[in-house]
């Protein structure tokens, strides 16, 4: 970690009666919640009496089960008491994220906040406007940062076995059970320090991945046997839902979480899309394989972001129009 912003967030530390709200972006992830979830213990252990943990909007059941999750504030449901939280907050954390615009509805109050604000992320292009940063896309996620930090700060004796399943989860969920973004000795030499805290892995990953509802399970199968479109000439598959679809299968949060991961498992296709109806938007969901930029497609194209390998964003348009978009995009060859 940079030895100068470690320090200086050491020094922003130092007060333990001021009030240090921990900010998660939109349709927080299995990392926003794991490393904002693993700070909040961190901070609590500390002695910090004044910590809130805010997201914008819900998460998805097989989140609920980390060490103080019942403590996290959902601006969507308690907006007021969300935006006092952070325009009172001294000092504020942005997780796993790197410009206000991500977390909707709070953008304006972080925007406003005189808080000191230190970002711990490893999206590309950082945005300015923060104090302290802790930005590397070479890292798994934004749990290994934290880890790093709390190890920089008080050494890796400071994790609790609470705080290790928190930052084991976002490790997990970010790197799709370690199978990308991690081709790093320093993540295993994280997640070994996790399991030497008492992590149980193989239960862990029962809690996020074996948890589907009958529904969710009947809604993957429709997915994959009606809904998938595969454009072979160009190595690429999609999959698209309405809000019919999704109410037919009684969908809840999370419950299309990882579709679009089946749709890159077929031999020789690099890119692959979700594509879900909102009130007033598609919501969409990138991964590719390779050199492929989807971060750049999301961003060109989507209003959007991420990953080189993993994005997201939206389409203004209505399915119909969205779909032939981005069957032209592709034809065109965008890449
Ligand atoms: P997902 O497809 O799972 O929703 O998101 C994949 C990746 O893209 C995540 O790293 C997420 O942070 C990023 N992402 C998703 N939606 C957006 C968006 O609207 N804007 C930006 N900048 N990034 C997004
Ligand atoms: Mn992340």
């Known amino acids: 970690m940079n030895k100068e912003q470690i320090e200086k967030l050491g020094r922003l530390l130092l007060d333990k009666t001021q009030a240090i709200a921990i900010v ?10 794991g490393s904002a979830l693993g700070l909040y213990g961190f901070l609590r ?21 980390m060490p103080g999750n019942a403590s996290v504030i959902i601006a969507e449901k308690a907006g007021d ?5 952070i325009s009172n907050a001294d000092l504020l954390f942005c997780l796993d994220f790197n410009g206000f615009g991500r977390t909707d509805q709070l953008e304006q109050a972080l925007e406003k906040s005189k808080a000191d604000k230190v ?24 749990a290994e940062l934290v880890y790093e930090c709390i190890a920089a700060l008080k050494g890796g004796d400071a994790v609790t076995l609470e705080m290790a399943q928190c930052l084991y989860a976002g490790i997990v969920t970010d790197t799709g059970s370690f199978s990308y973004g991690c081709n790093n000795p320093r993540t295993y030499e994280i997640v070994a320090r996790l ?17 589907y509802s009958v529904d969710r399970m009947r809604l993957l199968g429709y997915c994959l046997s009606k809904k998938l479109e ?18 037919r299968f009684n969908h809840h949060e999370g419950d299309t979480e990882g579709v679009v991961n089946y749709a890159l498992d077929i031999r020789g296709i690099n890119l692959a899309a979700l594509f879900m109806e909102k009130d007033d938007h598609v919501k969409v969901s990138f991964r590719s394989a390779g050199d492929l930029d989807v971060n750049r497609l999301a961003r060109r194209y989507y209003h959007g972001g991420g990953h080189k390998n993993a994005a997201g964003g939206k389409s203004l ?11 032209a995009l592709i034809k065109k060859g965008f890449f």
């Open 119 to 142: 970002m711990i992320d490893h999206h590309p292009q950082p945005e300015d406007g923060f104090d302290v940063v802790f930005s590397d896309t070479i890292a798994s996620s934004t």
């Open 230 to 247: 595969v454009i072979e000439a160009h190595q690429a598959a999609y999959i698209s839902l309405t809000k019919k679809d999704l109410e």
């Open 317 to 327: 348009e209505n399915m119909e129009n969205t779909l032939a978009a981005f069957d």
């Open 24 to 33: 998660v972006h939109a349709n927080p992830d299995g990392d926003a919640i």
């Open 195 to 211: 399991i030497e805290k008492g992590v149980d892995g193989a239960y862990l990953h029962r809690l996020i991945y074996s948890t």
């Open 45 to 65: 252990n500390e002695g910090f009496a004044h910590v809130e943990v805010v997201s914008p909007n819900a998460y998805p059941s097989f989140l609920h089960w």
């Open 81 to 85: 008491k969300a935006l006092s939280i």
